[in-house]
């Protein structure tokens, strides 16, 4: 344990915490983060708090637009046309 979590806190093993799942979700709610396993660990905390800390998303667009590479130079064909016949344009069927 760091400093920073020098608190003593209590880790579930995952068996009491898997048989008292209420009350690790309870305690997350009323008093914080629970901890459950030590060899490979995991913390429970409420959803509002979860989503609370994460940064907000952007749309699509605007994430493509912010990390459009800058200074290169794109060949972009003149026609956007293709060589391939369409079907049922001029009625005649391949």
Do not use: C
């Not at 749309?59 to 064909?77: A, I, S, T």
């Amino acid at each position: 344990m760091d400093s920073q979590h020098s608190e003593s806190r209590r880790v579930w093993r995952v068996a009491e915490a898997k048989a008292r799942l209420s009350e690790v979700l309870r305690l997350a709610e009323e008093e914080g983060p629970q901890h459950i396993g030590t060899r490979k660990p995991f913390v429970v905390v409420p959803a509002a708090d979860w989503y609370a800390n994460r940064p907000a998303r952007k749309p699509m667009g605007q994430w493509l637009v912010d990390n459009m590479p800058r200074g290169v130079n794109l060949n972009v064909p003149e026609t956007r046309g293709s060589r391939r016949k369409i079907p049922f344009v001029t009625g005649e069927a391949e």
